[in-house]
């Protein structure tokens, strides 16, 4: 594997990511925002963020696998989530919990952001994640 996530001593713990990942290879792969929809464009899980941050990583996994790549060579995960309040990491959870192990996501995550933002590209879409990994 070329990728190695842990969390050193002395940094916050608990969470439910590691702090840091150590890659070594030569091709980057970067996957755009993946949102909750379906191939043909149509919404999947209106108004429902566990079911939309579930779809968005199943959206994910296909990008990575499309580049020969998998959750187990991503760095770094990026979420943005449309207006974040500290009370919906229940629900966020709950979506990544959902597909970590249909996806092969491994828990803890890779490192990870969570920002909240105002809107995304469409008023249903209630989070996007990107994903940046390394392969040999």
Known sequence: MSVRRFTPEGMLQPTPYAHVAVGIGTRHVHVSGQVARSADGAPV??????????????????????????????????F???DWTPEKIGAFMTGVEQVAEETGLPMPLPPSSLIGVDHLFEPDVLVEV???ALLD
């Open 45 to 78: 899980a209106p108004g429902d963020l566990a079911g939309q941050v579930a779809h968005a990583l199943r959206n994910t996994a296909r990008g990575l696998a499309g580049a020969g790549a998998s959750f187990d060579d991503v760095l770094r995960l990026t």
């Open 80 to 82: 943005y989530v449309t």
């Open 130 to 132: 990107e994903a940046t």
